[in-house]
C-alpha cells in the first residue's frame, strides 16, 4: 500500500508540472516529481542492470534529454521496461505505451529484458539462474563425433545419416551466434568432408538427394562463416558451391539464400550493381513468405539503398513486410531464418544509407534491444546505432563502440563489425573519436599474414 501510495504521489506531482509546464514531456516531469537528475537517473538503470546480474548498458545524460524532448526519439522496449521500473511508472504515464511489446505484462519486470539473458517466458521464474549454456567444447565436436560414428555403421549414408545431417545443420544454424567465427568455421568444414564418401556411394533415391542438399547448407554456412572471417574469395567460393546444390537437388530455398548471401559479399566490397543483380536473382527464386522476405529485406533493400535508389527500397520494403503478414508461420529462428530483428537491422541499415538518420536510430535501437547482448545481432545493431548518432550526438556513439570492444572478444568480432567500427572511427570528430580509433590500432586481425585466424578461449 505505502508504495501504490508513494506511486499516486509521484504520478499527482508530475501531473501538476505538466500542467503548469507546458513544454515539459510526461517523461522529464516525472522525473522532476522525483527530485533526480539526468545523471541519477542513468545510475539508478545502471543500478537495476547490475541487480538483474547484467552488465549495464551505454545509457546516457543526452540520450536520456533527447528521449525527454524529441517525439522522434523514443526509447525501445528494453530501456522502456527499465525507466518504468526505475520511476516506479507505467509506460502510459510515462508516454511510452507504444515502446513495449503487445505482450508485455504489467509488471515492466523482467519479462521483457534480454540484455543477455534467456527468454524468461521458457523457464518457470528463477529457474535459470545459475544454468550455464552449452559450450562450444561439449557441444560442437559431439555433433561430429555422433555424425561420424552414424557414417562407420552405414557409410553409403541411408535415412539416419541423412537426418543426423539435417539436425547438424539445424544445430549450427541455430546456435550461430555462440560461437566464434573460427570455431565454427572448422567444426561445420569437418563434418562437411566426412560426407564426402557419403556423397560417392549415395543411392539416387529421396535419401540420397537429402544429403546432398544438406551439404549445400553446409556449404552456405561456410560462406558465411568466410565472410565474417572477412575471407571474401572463399565466401564467394562456398556460396557457389550451395546456390548449386540447391539447383541440382530442386532446393530453391537454399538457391535463393545463396544468392541473398553473394549480394552480402559484394555489398561488402562495394559492387553495389553487382550486389543488387544477386539480390534480384535470389528474390526471384525465392518461395513466397518468409523466405522472399527475407530476400528482398536482407538483400534487395540494402542494396537500393547504397545505390540511392529510395523510392525502390522503400518499394523493396513494402513486400517483405506483405510477404511476412502474409506467411502464417511467422518467423523463424537461426541463421537462415528471418526475424523482426533482423528486419529493423537491415531498415536501419537502409535509412542509413539514405541519410535518414534519425529512422537508423530508431530501427537500429529496436534491434538491438531485441537481441541479446554480445551476440552478432546486437553487436550489428549497436554499431549501426552509433553510425547514426556519429553527427549529432559523437560522444554517444563513441561509448557504444567502445561497449561493444568491452563487452565482445576480438575473435568474436566479425568483418562486418570490424568494418562498422572502422567507418565509425572515420566520421567522428577527433576528440570524441580518439579513444576509439586507439582501441582499433590495437584490434588483432581476424586473419594474420600466417593465415591464422584469430580465436578465443572455450566458452559459450
Request: charged content about 20%; some cysteine.
Amino acid at each position: 500500500m505505502r508504495g501504490q501510495r508513494r506511486q499516486h504521489d509521484t504520478a499527482h506531482i508530475a501531473s501538476t508540472i505538466q500542467n503548469a509546464l507546458g513544454e515539459v514531456s510526461a517523461l522529464e516531469a516525472w522525473r522532476f516529481a522525483l527530485g533526480w537528475s539526468r545523471a541519477q537517473t542513468v545510475a539508478q538503470i545502471a543500478a537495476l542492470y547490475l541487480t538483474d546480474g547484467l552488465r549495464p548498458p551505454g545509457l546516457s545524460e543526452p540520450m536520456l534529454c533527447r528521449w525527454e524532448h524529441d517525439e522522434a526519439e523514443r526509447p525501445g522496449p528494453e530501456y522502456t521496461a527499465m525507466l518504468c521500473r526505475a520511476y516506479g511508472a507505467r509506460p502510459e504515464q510515462l508516454g511510452l505505451a507504444l515502446a513495449l511489446a503487445p505482450h508485455a505484462n504489467a509488471s515492466f519486470g523482467r519479462a521483457v529484458i534480454r540484455y543477455g539473458r534467456p527468454e524468461m517466458t521458457a523457464y518457470p521464474r528463477g529457474s535459470w539462474e545459475g544454468m550455464e549454456p552449452m559450450t562450444t567444447a561439449a557441444g560442437l565436436p559431439a555433433v561430429r563425433e555422433s555424425l561420424h560414428l552414424t557414417l562407420l555403421a552405414d557409410p553409403q549414408g541411408g535415412v539416419g545419416t541423412a537426418e543426423l545431417v539435417e539436425a547438424a545443420v539445424e544445430h549450427y544454424a541455430l546456435n550461430y551466434s555462440k560461437h566464434p567465427p573460427q570455431i565454427l568455421f572448422d567444426e561445420v568444414r569437418q563434418v562437411r568432408q566426412l560426407l564426402t564418401p557419403a556423397l560417392h556411394a549415395a543411392p539416387g533415391d529421396s535419401y540420397g538427394t537429402d544429403i546432398q542438399r544438406q551439404v549445400g547448407w553446409l556449404s552456405a554456412l561456410l560462406g558465411n562463416l568466410a565472410f565474417h572471417l572477412d575471407d571474401l574469395t572463399g565466401a564467394r567460393t562456398h556460396l557457389s558451391a550451395a546456390a548449386a546444390w540447391g539447383e541440382r537437388t530442386g532446393d530453391v530455398r537454399l538457391a535463393a539464400w545463396a544468392w541473398g548471401a553473394h549480394s552480402m559479399v559484394a555489398r561488402g566490397t562495394g559492387r553495389y550493381d553487382l550486389a543488387l543483380a544477386h539480390a534480384e536473382r535470389g528474390a526471384h527464386l525465392a518461395p513466397a513468405g518468409l523466405a522472399r522476405a527475407q530476400l528482398h529485406a536482407w538483400a534487395l533493400l540494402p542494396a537500393l539503398a547504397r545505390l540511392q535508389r529510395a523510392e525502390d527500397a522503400d518499394q523493396a520494403l513494402c513486400t517483405a513486410l506483405a510477404e511476412l503478414e502474409a506467411d502464417p508461420s511467422g518467423t523463424a529462428p537461426g541463421r537462415f531464418g528471418f526475424d523482426e530483428p533482423e528486419l529493423a537491422l537491415h531498415q536501419a541499415e537502409a535509412h542509413l544509407a539514405l541519410g535518414r538518420h534519425q529512422q537508423a536510430r530508431a530501427r537500429a535501437e529496436v534491434s538491438a534491444a531485441s537481441c541479446p547482448d554480445g551476440t552478432g545481432g546486437w553487436t550489428a545493431a549497436t554499431l549501426v546505432l552509433a553510425q547514426a548518432e556519429a553527427v549529432d550526438a559523437p560522444q554517444d556513439a563513441t561509448q557504444r563502440a567502445l561497449h561493444v570492444l568491452a563487452h565482445v572478444p576480438a575473435a568474436r568480432l566479425r568483418s562486418t563489425a570490424r568494418t562498422r567500427l572502422n567507418d565509425l572511427a572515420r566520421v567522428l570528430p577527433a576528440g570524441p573519436g580518439a579513444e576509439l580509433t586507439e582501441q582499433l590500432r590495437g584490434l588483432p586481425t581476424a586473419i594474420d599474414h600466417h593465415g591464422h585466424a584469430l580465436r578465443t578461449e572455450v566458452g559459450p
